[in-house]
């Protein structure tokens, strides 16, 4: 496979294999529905709301307090720990500057199991069920579990949940950011060939009002689903026993097997064990049933066999330990592997720039810059590239053996970073003074870059920063 240059002055945005045309609907919607939405979304970061047909008990799944409602890449975005509650979140005019660019990683919203999940789950529960002796209830609830997850096309399909998450997070973006996705024009959309993330472009664009004319989304695998182009990384982490050394560790450890006696003993299944690897799928599905909001937890087979917070967060911390060493900061190659998007971030950024410079104006020295980019992915998209940023790194690495150490203190905590819907973006800012800074956010929350010890960053800076952890040439085979 080719070398990908990184030279950040002279890449250009590459030319996706492939175009899909979204027809968004007309202005026949609700108006006054939408306009509700509108205001009631951009005062709130997190709105509760069902999917069509759900049987929701009378009390919202939210009431689960920290650490019961945090499920590593599988919690709801509208349980976020948001990193600096007391900071407004980012917008188009603050401080005296000004937003002339908006790049934005998100990632899917909301969705459902594999059908493989969901068939390893039966077998399992069958053979709990059958095992119940000091709680009849827990039996009963056991019993009469069946999938409530749509498992069209292999699973995994994006819900009615995560459509809304990210059609109430395009309303927010559009009120923070007019200037910048005022026309359809100026806003270049890019997705991975999931039909999840795809339909979360969709959702998303419908809710920032772009709903008059057809927006081309390119499908761009090339960009956010790098990790699948690179073969030495597929073979010795994704694949291969790098990525899940400390997760197979700790899997073994002390912490999870007195974890399951624990849940076994309250549950009273006295016939037979309960693994680690049982409460690590209880953990997901748990997840996935309340980000979807079809249960609460004593309605849930699954929430149940990890309602204790001891065990739910020696689970919560077996995954992470695999999304660190595999996606993260574990290896220095789960990371570089993002080059491809980090030099499309720091090459959008420079046309800008170049653009602002020239006085707004499009030209032979000044590019055509659009005012907004997107790239709608997945978790293994923005844990990547956060990385390669230097973000959330932990002086000492998670290991199987430091859990006692990062248990309730850690920078890199993947309920926190990567939820459902999450979002991570770089705003370019024009100030009074003529200087450019770049503003990062995460799920809508500044933050604090430690490049400059500030909220936002020179421009010039952040460029040197994205060249240094990059090659030059990189190459995927």
């Not at 694949?239 to 009273?268: C, I, N, S, T, V």
């Not at 789960?334 to 980090?342: D, F, G, K, Q, T």
Request: with cysteine.
């Amino acid at each position: 496979m080719a070398n990908s240059n990184n030279s950040f002055a002279s890449v250009s945005l590459p030319q996706a294999p492939r175009a899909m045309q979204i027809k968004m609907p007309g202005k026949a919607v609700c108006h006054c529905l939408r306009q509700a939405l509108l205001v009631v979304s951009a005062i709130c970061l997190a709105v509760w709301l069902p999917p069509a047909g759900a049987k929701i008990s009378a009390a919202p799944p939210d009431i689960v307090q920290p650490p019961l409602n945090r499920f590593g890449t599988k919690t709801a975005y509208r349980n976020v720990e948001r990193i600096f509650p007391d900071l407004p979140a980012p917008s188009g005019v603050a401080d005296g500057c000004a937003a002339r660019q908006l790049i934005m990683m998100l990632r899917h919203g909301s969705r459902g199991p594999s059908v493989k999940q969901v068939r390893r789950a039966e077998v399992v529960l069958h053979r709990l069920a059958s095992a119940f002796r000091s709680e009849p209830a827990f039996a009963k609830t056991a019993t009469g579990w069946s999938s409530p997850f749509a498992l069209t096309g292999g699973g995994k399909s994006l819900s009615n949940v995560g459509h809304q998450e990210h059609e109430l997070l395009g309303s927010r973006i559009a009120l923070r950011y007019p200037n910048l996705l005022a026309s359809h024009e100026s806003v270049a959309v890019l997705s991975s060939s999931s039909d999840r993330a795809f339909e979360s472009a969709k959702s998303f664009l419908h809710g920032a009002g772009l709903t008059d004319a057809e927006i081309a989304v390119r499908v761009a695998d090339a960009h956010i689903r790098f990790y699948d182009d690179c073969h030495k990384f597929k073979a010795t982490i994704d694949d291969g026993p790098d990525g899940k050394r400390e997760y197979r560790k700790f899997m073994a450890g002390q912490e999870l097997r007195a974890a399951a006696k624990a849940a076994q003993e309250r549950l009273g299944l006295t016939d037979i064990d309960l693994s680690p690897a049982d409460l690590a799928m209880a953990f997901s599905l748990c997840g996935m049933e309340m980000a979807n909001n079809l249960t609460v937890p004593s309605d849930s087979p699954w929430c149940r066999l990890v309602q204790d917070p001891d065990a739910h967060e020696a689970v919560e911390f077996l995954l992470d330990l695999k999304h660190y060493w595999r996606k993260s900061h574990g290896y220095d190659l789960s990371s570089l592997i993002a080059c491809p998007l980090v030099s499309d971030l720091a090459a959008n950024l420079v046309r800008a720039a170049q653009r602002e410079r020239a006085g707004g104006a499009a030209s032979a020295q000044a590019p055509v810059a659009n005012s907004t980019v997107l790239y709608f992915g997945h978790a293994e998209t923005l844990f990547p590239v956060m990385a390669r940023l230097g973000l959330f790194k932990d002086p000492h690495h998670l290991t199987h053996e430091s859990y006692a150490a990062h248990r309730q203190s850690r920078q890199f905590r993947a309920s926190r970073l990567v939820p459902f819907g999450a979002n991570f973006a770089l705003s370019l800012l024009s100030c009074q003074d003529g200087s450019l800074y770049v503003q990062p956010a995460l799920n809508e929350s500044p933050l604090f870059w430690t490049l400059c010890n500030h909220y936002r960053c020179p421009l010039d800076d952040v460029l040197r920063m994205l060249d240094s952890q990059c090659p030059q040439s990189f190459d995927f085979e």
